[in-house]
């Protein structure tokens, strides 16, 4: 078996070889009449007029097999619409021309001009009349029997894998029909689509550790949002009632199958509404996708039938805590027990920790890998919801949800805090727990508790994370299966 550098060198020889006799490597003006699809549609919709002396196609792709027969090839080929066999005969196309096609390699690109007919085995199939190379390739295609399984390889080089599996490439045309369907959706109920910034002097709207570059004309420091919330909610004091940002994100955390430091985010924030009303519209949103998508509101995912068309559960903190965490209710007001009770069961949480974040550890650790169905827990504690407005009846707790599906967050989401006052209470005591060691904590952002005493009217606001919605919809058991370049640690191989 030769290997990969030798048939490198092979190529290499037959380009120059090419170039020698003055042929055009790389053409940049063939032009195509028809797609693959195009094809197959005319052969469908009029089958009678679609025969060897019938209409000609123009068609370009990459040439993906090659099997030849002296006199005769056949080759199959793939454009962005499908994959079509071609019939390349040497009394069709001329000698000079067969003999320049036994040059050509899988992995190039050609022009293809030809009719249609049928094979004796029943295949429509491309009788070409003339040949263009559009593109030579130099290294070759994976093995196509096995295709491209290693997972680092299919992550360092998806575009081979986009070629190779199709599986790959389905997963990336849904997530795209997974963005264009949550855009209609808000565009159809009155919601701005808008862009706030990528770079910002204080990161905001959410607890994560932010990555830090320097802007040198103004000297100063900037971060990589960690999510667009304080933007948005400036907006909305704008006078822009119902806004929408699908965005990049970025937080400097760890990677694992769940987490990537760059991702996307759908946030969006309603006026006159409070995250009751989120939560309905919230379940809207998913049958939406799941219609439009998938078909159905009933999808598999890993194993697990999930129910997007029922009512959602909904349950607060604590609740989940007893229920499925097996904690006594006597002990979660109690910080010391909650530290305790999470030894017991192997977990270590840090005892400068406020009890509101120890009791939101626990349900991290505890209950959201069993909440399968689609379940909004409500009821968080002040402490770990520094924007969310109070509950009117225990001061505690806010008015916030997560969505959990498939045992993860999902969508996070709740009425604003919308007293300026409060706002910056809350900011300072996270500045405390920033100087206490938590580096997740938000900064003061005075210029949004300016914004803020201009006045925003009662507003709700949510994120969803669209790589773990696209994660549901795909079967996709990690993040690095729907991110088309998620980031690696270098390989080191050329």
């Excluded at 709207?205 to 320097?214: I, L, M, Y």
């Amino acid at each position: 078996m030769e290997n990969k550098s030798d048939i490198i060198e092979q190529q290499r020889e037959k380009l120059l070889n090419l170039k020698n006799n003055n042929v055009n490597l790389f053409p940049n003006d063939f032009k195509v009449s028809h797609t693959v699809k195009d094809i197959k549609d005319a052969i469908k919709n009029s089958p009678d007029t679609v025969k060897e002396d019938g209409p000609s196609f123009v068609v370009a792709g990459r040439i993906m097999a090659i099997n030849m027969f002296g006199k005769a090839a056949f080759i199959r080929f793939k454009d962005r619409s499908g994959q079509l066999q071609a019939y390349v005969r040497k009394d069709k196309i001329g000698d000079d021309a067969y003999g320049f096609f036994k040059q050509l390699d899988i992995g190039d690109f050609a022009g293809l001009s030809g009719t249609m007919f049928k094979t004796r085995t029943g295949e429509w199939t491309l009788l070409v009349y003339k040949l263009t190379l559009l593109c030579k390739s130099i290294r070759p295609l994976p093995e196509k029997f096995h295709g491209l399984k290693d997972p680092e390889k299919r992550y360092r080089q998806r575009y081979l894998d986009l070629l190779m599996n199709p599986d790959a490439r389905d997963i990336f045309v849904k997530r795209s029909r997974i963005i264009q369907a949550i855009r209609a959706f808000f565009l159809e109920r009155d919601f701005l689509e808008v862009e706030t910034p990528i770079m910002q002097p204080i990161p905001g709207g959410a607890e994560a550790k932010p990555f830090v570059t320097h802007h040198n004309a103004l000297d100063m420091d900037l971060f990589l949002r960690i999510a667009p919330e304080l933007y948005l909610k400036r907006l909305v004091i704008g006078g822009f009632e119902r806004v929408f940002e699908i965005n990049r994100s970025f937080r400097n955390e760890g990677i694992s199958t769940q987490h990537n430091p760059e991702f996307t985010m759908l946030e969006f924030y309603q006026s006159y509404s409070d995250y009751n009303d989120l939560m309905d519209l919230t379940e809207e949103i998913f049958r939406h996708v799941a219609k439009e998508v998938a078909g159905s509101t009933s999808i598999t995912y890993q194993g697990h039938t999930i129910e997007i068309g029922k009512k959602w559960q909904r349950m607060k903190l604590l609740s989940a805590l007893e229920e499925f965490g097996g904690i006594d209710p006597d002990i979660l007001n109690d910080k010391e027990g909650l530290i305790e009770f999470a030894a017991s069961k192997g977990h270590k949480i840090t005892k400068t920790w406020r009890i509101g974040k120890v009791i939101t550890k626990l349900f991290d650790l505890l209950v959201e890998p069993e909440l399968i169905q689609p379940t909004f827990i409500t009821g968080y504690p002040v402490e770990v919801s520094p924007l969310a407005r109070r509950n009117d009846t225990d001061f505690t707790i806010t008015d916030r949800f997560e969505l959990f599906i498939a045992g993860r967050e999902i969508a996070n989401g709740f009425s604003e805090l919308n007293d300026p006052d409060d706002q910056r209470n809350r900011f300072l005591q996270q500045v405390e727990d920033r100087k206490a060691g938590d580096d997740e904590a938000h900064f003061m952002d005075k210029e949004y508790i300016k914004a803020l005493e201009y006045g925003m009217p009662p507003t709700a606001g949510e994120g969803i994370g669209i790589d773990r919605l696209v994660m549901l919809f795909t079967d996709s058991a990690s993040i690095r299966e729907v991110i088309l370049f998620p980031h690696m640690k270098p390989s080191g191989n050329n």
